[in-house]
């Protein structure tokens, strides 16, 4: 019991450090120190506001998305670089594009508009407040259905994997 008040989060203790250790970009006694400092206070200062905690029904999809996340995002940053340099600014073509969510966990609909938001070139702009669909900006896109349907499948689909 003791344990559980003082990490009452710990995935997001150990998120804190990491994030920490990953802005001061450096690893030392000291920051380390400090990172976990922080990554004990602000969870213990927050957890009341966190009355229940986010299910994750299979814990190893979440390495699966993290790392289907971090190559999109590489790619993403590839194809953006080549859209700036290469196209003229009459040949971009920037879209609206909603997305229906069949998400319902707010944790799963917070995680894929982050996600979005993330990966150059897209932005997660709007949350209907029903929380049934997403509306994102596309930087570049010729097919807008196409992309709609890519966010769901490598996305969304993820997601319903790892939240219930």
């Known amino acids: ?9 710990p995935l997001v203790s150990l ?5 920490w250790l990953m802005l001061v970009n450096k690893v030392t006694l000291g920051n380390l120190i400090l990172g976990t400092v922080i990554g004990i206070i602000v969870p213990v200062l927050t957890a009341p506001y966190w009355p229940n905690r986010p299910k994750i029904r299979r814990p190893l999809k979440v390495i ?6 971090l190559w999109d995002i590489v790619v993403a940053n590839v194809v953006v670089a080549s859209i700036i340099l290469f196209k003229r600014n009459e040949n971009i073509r920037s879209r609206w594009v909603c997305v229906p969510l069949d998400l319902t ?8 508009a982050g996600t979005i938001t993330m990966t150059p070139g897209t932005v997660s702009a709007v949350l209907a407040a029903d929380g049934s669909n997403i509306l994102v900006h596309c930087l570049h896109t010729d097919d ?8 769901k499948h490598r996305y969304e689909r993820r997601l319903k994997e790892i939240f219930p």
């Open 1 to 9: 019991m003791l344990l559980k008040r003082i990490f009452p989060h």
């Open 15 to 19: 998120a804190l450090v990491i994030v």
């Open 64 to 69: 699966e998305y993290g790392l289907v996340v």
């Open 105 to 112: 966990s707010p944790e799963a609909i917070t995680v894929l």
């Open 144 to 151: 807008p259905e196409g992309t709609r349907d890519e966010i």
